[in-house]
């Protein structure tokens, strides 16, 4: 039987005591805007509450990886909720933890990154491998190594840690001053003008800025940081969040480089985007800083409730089988093909400006007809996404660059309908 939804009444409840993020929540709770309620998906589509469906373009921000409702990881969380939900990783361990620990330890060569600390999203990853670094530098005398870089445009992460990295400044702008402390650069060159020594750490989102607007790095860029980082002594922090398991073309971004970070920060399709996990793996030098005698202080002091949370490593697990059983990294190959083949069509209209790739990931960038940006105010991209919708397509803009991300599981078909959407909303919204 087909589930039955109030949509008034839920839309009513949501706009009088919901928050949501990144939303402006006046327009939200206006009265002429009726939000989408999804009640289902099952593989790249979703539905909502009136039974309309579509494709879910920006893989519900950035985390599906497999499509909804897929067998294997609703069987491995459904079997993990008939063992235990949750239980305390201080103290206790769990077993889909412990696995998921050493497979993930297994994806890499030569037990490169041997260790996994969990924790919940994106930002938590990245704010305990800052953390995690600043304690390093402490435990091995080198207290003075405590600033960060980042790059310019940089998204990490919204808890305070993660922020200071961001270099959005419609998003980090405002907490300027309370920030660790940070500098910021364009190319790992500028690290030269920099002072080597009081650097802990330098981070960056490899091959591609997801909330920069989708922007892709300079082929060799992650190369030549690596480099750099080694040459002045510096740890290197991979923010994969976005990247991780498959979106780029291979499982993880820096293999397309050769590059294996200090840290590296997992979460949004760690768990096929199932279920809220993240994980930070590092090398053995940084983890063995931290061992010593229980009175020699060098313990670290970082954790949250639900840090390895069972139902989650059971999802990831599940998720990481998929991509065997399925052959999902080869499968993916043509479709990213096809992805660049059908946004080269749309290239022709005259307000799109530029179409950047990466792997299955993908921003169309709409100016005005003399190439000028929109005004911000005027909301374009948002417009256009909004637009989509009624042409079956649920994609979240980054300001004037529509985001095209959908499940690895999209077929090409789907993808050729997405894309359609999407030149059909720029024609309504910025003309013909
Ligand atoms: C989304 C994102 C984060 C933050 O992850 P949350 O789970 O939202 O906290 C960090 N870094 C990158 C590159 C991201 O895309």
Redesign the pocket.
């Known amino acids: 039987m087909r589930d039955v939804w109030n949509t008034e009444s839920l839309a009513a409840l949501d706009k009088a005591h919901g928050w949501h993020p990144f939303t402006q929540m006046k327009a939200w709770c206006a009265d002429d805007h009726e939000p989408v309620i999804l009640v289902g998906g099952e593989g790249a589509v979703l539905r909502d509450s009136r039974g309309r469906e579509y494709l879910d373009g920006n893989s519900s921000i950035?985390t599906n990886i497999h499509g909804h409702g897929h067998p294997k990881i609703t069987g491995a969380i459904c079997g993990q909720l008939d063992r235990v939900a949750h239980v305390s990783f201080l103290g206790t361990t769990n077993a889909p933890a412990a696995e998921l620990a050493g497979r993930l330890a297994g994806l890499f060569p030569a037990q490169a990154l041997p260790r996994v600390f969990f924790s919940d999203?994106?930002?938590t990853a990245?704010e305990a491998a800052m953390k995690m670094a600043i304690q390093f530098w402490q435990l091995s005398g080198a207290p003075e190594r405590r600033r960060f870089v980042s790059f310019d445009q940089a998204?990490?992460?919204?808890t305070a840690g993660a922020a200071s990295l961001g270099g959005i400044g419609a998003f980090h702008g405002r907490f300027a001053g309370h920030q660790f402390p940070v500098d910021r650069i364009s190319d790992p060159e500028e690290l030269d003008r920099l002072p080597g020594g009081e650097i802990a750490a330098v981070v960056i989102?490899p091959l591609i800025q997801?909330?920069a607007g989708m922007r892709v790095w300079p082929k060799g860029l992650l190369r030549r940081l690596r480099e750099k980082c080694d040459s002045i002594g510096a740890l290197l922090i991979l923010?994969e969040?976005?990247t991780g398991f498959g979106r780029t073309g291979t499982m993880f971004a820096c293999e397309q480089e050769d590059v294996i970070p200090d840290f590296l920060c997992l979460?949004?399709g760690l768990t096929g985007g199932y279920m809220p996990l993240a994980a930070t793996l590092t090398t053995e030098r940084v983890f063995s800083a931290f061992l010593g005698e229980f009175d020699e202080q060098k313990t670290f002091y970082y954790g949250h409730s639900y840090t390895g949370n069972a139902l989650g490593c059971a999802a990831a697990l599940a998720s990481l089988d998929v991509f065997r059983e399925e052959h999902v990294l080869e499968t993916l190959q043509p479709k990213i093909a096809a992805m660049s083949r059908l946004l080269a069509e749309l290239q022709s209209h005259p307000c799109i400006h530029d179409i950047r790739q990466c792997g299955f990931i993908a921003g169309i960038e709409v100016r005005d007809r003399g190439g000028e940006a929109f005004p911000w105010q005027a909301r374009t991209g948002g417009r256009i996404c909004e637009a989509a919708r009624k042409h079956g397509l649920l994609t979240r803009p980054v300001l004037d660059t529509i985001v095209l991300m959908p499940p690895l599981c999209t077929s090409e078909s789907q993808l050729r309908s997405a894309v359609s959407a999407i030149g059909l909303a720029i024609e309504e919204v910025c003309g013909r």
Do not use: P
Not at 155 to 158: E, K, N, R, S, T
């Open positions: 950035w999203d994106g930002s990245v998204y990490h992460g919204d989102e997801g909330a923010d969040v976005l979460a949004k």
